[in-house]
Each structure stands twice: as structure tokens, then as C-alpha cells.
């Protein structure tokens, strides 16, 4: 019986040490850069020049959103003492439609967002749309390249206010930002792909050969959400072209990552920080909780276009769906509020503004497909979260973020973390919570990667 017990024992130590260090990763699977995404009958015909793009909410869609305000249909009124524990709370949607309807100004929130150099341009046969922002620089200053990546129900609104900040001058560095701020593929004003297939890593493939386009080899990278996969697909994908990579949602997906907490779950205090540890434990909780705020992640990921139609075609369902997203992901603690904490942290133009850049151009649809192109057999099989980074990466982590990791995990994907910043507060839309603290931090982190690669540039030359 002991030796049965001894066994069991070396069996149960073996299996993990040999997934988390000794087991080879996989080959990096080949990708065609040139991969044609766009109506087939445009091959001949592509435009690959840089246009000038305006946003533009013009009279009749501004008329068609008004009258499907008006007509909604009303709510039956919320459970008692219930704010958005059940979703987004019947008895706040009035006052937002109201908003919207009659009191959201248009015109102004339409210069508001033109206030950035807007372009298009046509990649693998997608008009990508992406704001581009240079800084005025003295000639003793460098100016770095960032392309910085939104997710869902996100948008380049995300970055508005921290732009100002990322791309200002400063005597204390000796470099500047040059901000590239794409919408994704299927996103705000971007083109979506006409056959399946465009997940991730066939976006991150699109996001490398704008920055190609744009005449950037080298560039650093920032991601939140769905960005902070394909930037991290970036890293592994192109190495020699990401010189750094920032995210604010640290993550490593890899099968394998998942067994070093399972094994601490014995004894988290023997692995894990008390920080660390209350966020990531009991399991129990900490898996329930996501199984109750994942509802919407299963759906997007099966049947997008069957919740697309419904979202497409109510600005009040739109409007109840992303705001949900935006309460319960920036304080999941305040749900109980009747407003779900979303006036905490946002103002009601801020959220309004995201939310037309879904329903301008009628991309909601597509952008949910995301879901489903990412979370399939075909795209697991690349295996591209078992494929180490050596990019120096940069991790914030804000305190309310649900989709929490330890540095300790994500470490297998990116082993050279050079500083993980831990904030006291913020949500999972920190760029838009708090833009300033986001944007010195990002600035830190590129400040860090320029020394850790001219570091590194030397070592290469002995």
C-alpha cells in the first residue's frame, strides 16, 4: 500500500513539472501575411492607399435612432432591492433612453470624436479604420511607434482621454509616442471579414501589416480584452517586430498554466501572496463568479449573429447589453447600486459614445464574431499561448479587473515581465477609468523597454 502511495505521489508531482517545465512547445504554426479577407473581386482592384476618414452621424440616422428609441417597448419593472444582479436594472433604462433620445448632443460628441486624425486603409482586402496621433517634437526627442488594441464591448473611445496624455512631450524622457489606435477587424468603422476564419492571430496578422503599411518594422504594442490576445499573438507571431508589449490584461491561456494554481489550490500561501491569494481563491467562488458573468461570452462564441440581429435592430438592447458589460467588469461589487455603478466611473456621454460606434456603422454583429472565431477547434489547434515570449512585457493590474491571473502564472507565457504594476483601484476598462494613471504607466514601460533592448542589443554584439 505505501509503495502504491509513493507512486501515486511521484505521479501526481511528475505531471505538472513536466507540463510546466519540461515539456517542448510547440512549433510556431506558418501564417500567410497576405491572406485575403475581402470580396474576391476586389483582388484586382485593392487600394492601398491612406485616406482620410471623418466620422459622421448623419440627419437620417440620427432620425431612424430617435424613432426606435421612442418606440421601445417598456420594461416590466425590476425585482425589489435588486440593482443589476439580474442584468442591466428595467428601472434605469427610461432615463438612458431619454438620454440618448433627447438629451445626447450629436453634433457635439460627432466633433468630439473627429478630434483625432482619422484614417482608412485597405489590408488583405479589409478598409481598416484607425486613428493616428503624432506628437510635436524637439529634435532631441525620439518618437516611438504604439499600436494600441481595444477589445469588446470596447472601442478606440476607450483611448480618447488617455491620448493627450500617451502622446505628450516631456523634458524627464527622451522619446515621445506616436499613437496608431486601430478598430478591430468587424469593428466601429473597420471592415469585417466575408468568410470565417478571422480570429486573433489572423487579426494580429491584419494589425502587423498596418503598422507594415504605415512604415513602422519595429513598434511597441498595448492591449486590454480581446487586444491584449492579439498583442500577445503579436509577440509570439512577429518577435522581431514588437519591441515591447504592455497590457492591462495580463493573461496566459495555455493549458498548462491552469495546473499550477489547481496544485496550489492545497495550500495557496505556500504559492501565492495574500493579495493574490484573496482574489484567486476559494476556486469555488472565484469559478462561480465567472460562470455567472460569462453568460454572454458562451452565447457570442456559438451563435453571434442570432444575438447580433436583436442588437442590431434595438439601440435599446444595445444600449442594456454593453452597459451591463461596463458595470459589472469595472466593479463587480457595485451591482447592487440601482445605476450598477456605472455614474461612479463613467459619464453618460463617455458610454453613449461607445456604444454609437457600434451602432453608426452597424458593426455589432460583426464584432461578436470575434467570439466565435476565437474559441473554436481550429484556432486552439495553433497552440500559440503554449509558445513562450521573450518580448520584455509590461503587466497592470487593476484592482477590480475579473479576469485576474498571478504574475507567477502568466510568467510561463512571458518570461521576461519587467515590472507588474498593481493599482488600488480601476476596472477592466482602465484606459477609460483612468486615463492618466494608464498612460504613465505605459509610458514607464516603454521608457523600460528601450533600455532593456539597447541592454540587450549590446550583449548581441559581444
Not at 453568460?295 to 452597459?323: E, M, N, R
Amino acid at each position: 500500500m505505501s509503495r502504491f502511495l509513493i507512486l501515486v505521489v511521484i505521479t501526481l508531482v511528475a505531471i505538472p513539472v513536466y507540463y510546466l517545465y519540461l515539456k517542448s512547445p510547440p512549433p510556431l504554426p506558418k501564417f500567410d501575411v497576405n491572406e485575403w479577407w475581402g470580396p474576391e473581386a476586389m483582388k484586382t482592384k485593392q487600394d492601398i492607399s491612406i485616406r482620410p476618414f471623418t466620422v459622421n452621424f448623419s440627419k437620417v440616422m440620427i432620425e431612424d435612432l430617435r424613432k426606435r428609441l421612442k418606440n421601445h417597448r417598456p420594461s416590466p419593472p425590476p425585482l425589489e432591492g435588486v440593482g443589476f444582479e439580474y442584468g442591466f436594472n428595467s428601472g434605469q433604462i427610461e432615463g438612458w433612453i431619454r438620454y440618448w433620445a433627447e438629451e445626447y448632443p450629436f453634433s457635439e460628441r460627432e466633433k468630439y470624436l473627429n478630434q483625432f486624425p482619422q484614417y482608412k486603409t485597405n489590408i488583405q482586402g479589409l478598409d481598416i479604420h484607425f486613428i493616428r496621433v503624432k506628437p510635436k517634437v524637439p529634435q532631441s526627442v525620439e518618437t516611438v511607434p504604439l499600436l494600441i488594441l481595444h477589445g469588446w464591448p470596447g472601442s478606440v473611445r476607450e483611448f480618447y482621454e488617455a491620448i493627450p496624455h500617451l502622446t505628450s512631450v516631456s523634458d524627464a524622457r527622451d522619446f515621445a509616442i506616436e499613437v496608431i489606435a486601430p478598430s478591430l477587424v468587424g469593428f466601429g468603422f473597420s471592415d469585417a471579414a466575408v468568410r470565417p476564419g478571422m480570429g486573433t492571430a489572423q487579426m494580429a496578422v491584419v494589425m502587423r501589416n498596418l503598422m507594415r503599411r504605415l512604415g513602422f518594422e519595429k513598434f511597441y504594442v498595448q492591449g486590454g480584452d480581446w487586444g491584449s490576445i492579439i498583442g500577445a499573438h503579436l509577440a509570439t507571431i512577429f518577435p522581431e517586430d514588437v519591441l515591447g508589449y504592455h497590457t492591462n490584461l495580463p493573461l496566459s491561456w495555455a493549458p498548462s498554466t491552469f495546473l499550477l494554481p489547481l496544485i496550489a489550490s492545497i495550500y495557496p500561501p505556500l504559492f501565492f501572496n495574500p493579495q493574490e491569494v484573496e482574489r484567486m481563491y476559494p476556486w469555488t467562488e472565484f469559478y462561480s463568479m465567472l460562470t455567472e458573468e460569462l453568460g454572454y461570452f458562451l452565447l457570442q462564441a456559438t451563435k453571434p449573429d442570432t444575438i447580433g440581429k436583436a442588437l442590431s435592430d434595438s439601440p435599446c438592447g444595445l444600449l442594456v447589453y454593453i452597459l451591463q458589460i461596463f458595470s459589472t467588469w469595472t466593479c463587480r461589487s457595485e451591482v447592487s447600486r440601482p445605476d450598477g455603478g456605472l455614474s461612479l466611473h463613467f459619464t453618460k456621454e463617455q458610454l453613449i459614445d461607445n456604444i454609437m460606434l457600434y451602432w453608426t456603422p452597424n458593426s455589432i454583429n460583426t464584432a461578436i464574431r470575434l467570439y466565435a472565431e476565437s474559441c473554436n477547434k481550429t484556432h486552439f489547434n495553433l497552440r500559440l499561448d503554449e509558445i513562450p515570449v521573450q518580448t520584455p512585457t509590461w503587466l497592470l493590474q487593476s484592482k477590480y479587473e475579473i479576469l485576474y491571473q498571478s504574475p507567477l502564472v502568466t510568467r510561463f507565457k512571458f518570461p521576461n515581465i519587467l515590472n507588474v504594476t498593481v493599482l488600488d483601484n480601476g476596472g477592466h476598462f482602465v484606459s477609460l477609468e483612468l486615463p492618466e494613471v494608464f498612460s504613465e504607466d505605459v509610458l514607464n514601460a516603454i521608457r523600460e523597454f528601450r533600455k532593456w533592448n539597447k541592454k540587450n542589443a549590446v550583449k548581441n554584439e559581444l
